[in-house]
């Protein structure tokens, strides 16, 4: 009597598998500890090997298909005997959460489980949740480290005590918290330019240090950079600061080149939304919103206020609030909620003169975009000419996990022309 | 420190107690003439004579009953089961009557009894022969119940057991009567309600009891030669009290626990102990709590097939690789 093949639990947490490819055909006679197919668990591509020598009478999936534990995938049996259909044979080890396969069409190679039950917030928030055991958690919280950036070695890929050990005592991350003995000789003349000490670091400097040290070695950072014509942009904020000059009172604002940009960034995220998402461990987050988030130099350190929703808001709005946040982040008094939720950043250091340069991903951003100065060089217009061109250098820095160097390239592309043409700001 | 078995240690335990204590009785069936169906009575007899060594009627509900009685008149009686599993046709004077009778006389009448005898499957002695009723009993207030494993807590809890003011039930396992090991020669009791780390580790904590603590340290044997792991073994010894100070503390150190008992997994004791430490340790757990235990159907009794239903080492080892993973 022919046998079905089920699905195998190829591991404790498997609850899917996919089946990456079949070494068999039907028709084809099995031994006993053939190769039938590779597996693709939550872990690994396995080999299921036969365990019951026959002929391979059917295969119910082709290869490329995802399904639950228990569900039957071939029958062997005598040669010539009709096969079961795979509807009358029952896939009881069939999970309750069973997955639907792959659509066909699907282009990518490993999708993350569908929730069980659509709509269930619980379902949801599983996908994205990392998986750290509580006393890895407890270890990460005294480690200051965030299970969340942390590579999970356990069952399901589960942070667990090990890997934040780990983590901990990997030279780059002790930095932070261990005095590290550096024998630089004193000044020969006794007098430095500053004195030889250890200068205690504080809150901020923590943060910095811990989420871009976190950014820079868990994000696959990549790096495209456009020069752009600023000439027109220049024109028109000198000629729209002359009108707020004059209309005096509560319009009497003065645009920022870096009120242009963030107004510009908002609208080319808008033309390429794939920009304006998150890594999400097994998901990618796309975001509705655009919430603008920008650097801002103090005298000890750097923070990041976030313009809300910047993708509804004028330039004048947006020049108003990146003002009155600025204001804030000075005097100090910026609340935590106006630093965080950010979905893109933009880092200008313009002012102080640099052509160019790549920030560090703000993470969760999947991009931040880098700002230089705006200076005159000799340019070849578009008559061959060499003219004098205010020239503007823009550097965008990617997370490759969100976005691919072709997407990157259209949104600095259509950041290009709202910069080049700052009219199409307008509509 | 004389080398004696299981048996011995358990009938030395008995011995002592009779001597130092003349309301110390031993009673059940064939524990006098017969020396013992399993010979743990051996000799007391000849040593104390009848009345205090006393054959009963095959009649668990009746002979516990006089037992019961004889106990709440400031008698310490020691009865034997010939198995616990015959403790089920006496269950209203184990759990009801003996186990309530100081609460409900407003604490005037204390129940000193002791209740011994094989509760063990392994023996090819079929499903009502082979029950583990540990965790029954010790679901109910009033009652304690111990379960050595080694001759040394054989003796040391049988002599706290005869000591000690409430029932306590001993649950003893056929299959260790024979094991020897290490017991003083002076008098020593092991008290109620305290663990024992039977081997040192760092890496996994495995809580048993009974049987099931020799099976463990032979899979910690084989854990640490084959697979470099260091175990900790947690002898419960007392299932009640329970001595959750050991357990957690083992834990605190491991983060990693797997529990094994031969009883069946519903409602086990083991249940109770994975609860403890989720409910008190869950900061430190660094895997979920696995357990390994009978497999969840009646006491199997095909000889082959109960030896893979009950824990052994393979299983343990397997599912200690499991927590470790």
């Known amino acids: 009597m022919a046998e079905i093949i089920d699905m195998p639990k190829l591991s404790d947490t498997m609850s899917v598998g996919t089946l990456v490819k079949w070494n068999i055909k039907e028709g084809q006679v099995v031994a006993f500890g053939d190769i039938l197919a590779e597996v693709e668990t939550d872990k690994a591509t396995m080999e299921l090997s036969c365990t019951v020598p026959g002929t391979i009478l059917k295969i119910y999936a082709p290869s490329g298909t995802q399904l639950p534990v228990g569900a039957p995938i071939c029958a062997i049996g005598k040669k010539g005997e009709a096969a079961p259909e795979p509807s009358a044979a029952p896939a009881p080890k069939a999970p309750a959460t069973a997955v639907p396969a792959i659509p066909e069409k699907t282009d990518v190679s490993c999708v993350p489980a569908a929730p069980a039950s659509s709509g269930a917030p619980s379902a949801q928030s599983d996908a994205s949740r990392t998986k750290a055991s509580p006393y890895a958690k407890r270890m990460a919280e005294k480690a200051a480290l965030n299970v969340a950036t942390l590579a999970g070695s356990g069952p399901g890929g589960r942070v667990v005590g090990r890997d934040v050990a780990a983590a901990a005592s990997a030279p780059v991350a002790s930095a932070p918290s261990g005095p590290i003995n550096v024998a630089v000789a004193p000044p020969a003349d006794g007098k430095g330019i500053q004195p030889d000490a250890d200068v205690p670091v504080g809150g901020m400097r923590q943060t910095i240090a811990r989420r871009l040290l976190e950014s820079k070695i868990t994000v696959p950072h990549f790096y495209l950079e456009v020069e752009v014509d600023a000439a027109p942009l220049m024109a028109m904020r000198e000629s729209l600061n002359k009108r707020l000059a004059e209309a005096g009172g509560e319009g009497a604002i003065k645009l920022s080149v870096n009120d242009f940009i963030l107004k510009a960034s908002a609208e080319a995220l808008r033309r390429v939304p794939a920009v304006n998402a998150s890594w999400a461990g097994t998901s990618i987050r796309t975001h509705g919103a655009v919430h603008l988030s920008f650097g801002v130099a103090l005298e000890d350190g750097l923070v990041t206020p976030v313009i809300r929703d910047a993708h509804a808001k004028t330039l004048k709005d947006i020049a108003v609030e990146a003002k009155a946040l600025i204001g804030k982040a000075r005097a100090k008094k910026l609340t935590p909620n106006e630093m965080s939720g950010s979905t893109f950043t933009v880092t200008n250091l313009g002012m102080y003169g640099v052509t160019g340069f790549f920030g560090i991903i703000n993470v969760p951003n999947a991009a931040i975009l880098s700002v230089g100065a705006t200076i005159k060089k000799p340019v070849v217009d578009a008559h061959d000419r060499l003219v004098i061109g205010h020239r503007m250098v823009i550097g965008l820095s990617g997370d490759h996990r969100v976005v691919d160097g072709a997407n990157a390239a259209q949104f600095l592309q259509a950041l290009k022309q709202l910069l080049e043409e700052p009219a199409l700001m307008l509509i | ?325």
């Open chain 2, 1 to 325: 420190m004389a080398v004696i078995s299981y048996r011995e240690a358990l009938r030395a335990a008995m011995r002592e107690e009779l001597k130092r204590d003349d309301k110390v009785v031993i009673m059940g069936e064939e524990v006098a003439q017969f020396n013992g169906a399993y010979k743990v009575t051996e000799g007391l007899l000849k040593e104390f004579g009848p009345k205090r060594i006393v054959d009963t009627p095959i009649s668990e509900a009746g002979f516990i009953g006089l037992g019961i009685g004889a106990s709440m008149l400031g008698i310490r009686p020691v009865m034997e089961l010939m198995f616990w599993s015959f403790s089920y046709v006496a269950f209203d004077q184990i759990v009801n009557n003996a186990g309530n009778i100081r609460y409900m006389s407003g604490g005037l009448i204390n129940c000193p009894i002791v209740i011994r005898g094989p509760a063990n499957g392994g023996t090819n002695v079929g499903a009502t022969h082979s029950h583990t009723p540990e965790a029954i009993l010790a679901s109910h207030p009033g009652i304690k119940v111990v379960c050595p494993a080694t001759p040394y807590d054989a003796k040391g809890l049988m002599k706290a057991a005869i000591r000690d003011n409430d029932p306590v039930y001993v649950m003893e396992n056929t299959i260790l009567y024979n094991d020897k090991g290490e017991v003083p020669d002076e008098d020593y009791i092991v008290p109620l309600g305290v663990a024992d780390v039977k081997r040192v580790g760092t890496d996994l904590t495995i809580v048993a009891h009974g049987r099931a603590v020799i099976t463990s340290l032979k899979a910690a044997e084989i854990l640490e030669k084959e697979h470099g792991v260091s175990v900790e073994v947690v002898d419960l010894r007392s299932i009640r009290p329970l001595d959750e100070e050991t357990i957690l503390t083992s834990v605190r150190k491991t983060h990693r626990a797997l529990l094994v008992e031969e009883n069946k997994p519903f409602c086990g004791v083991d249940a109770q102990v994975a609860y403890l430490i989720q409910s008190k340790a869950f900061d430190e757990l660094d895997a979920p709590i696995h357990r390994v235990s009978s497999i969840d159907a009646p006491q199997i009794y095909c000889k082959r097939m109960e030896d893979l239903q009950m824990p052994n080492v393979e299983r343990v080892v397997a599912e200690a690789l499991k927590v470790l993973a």
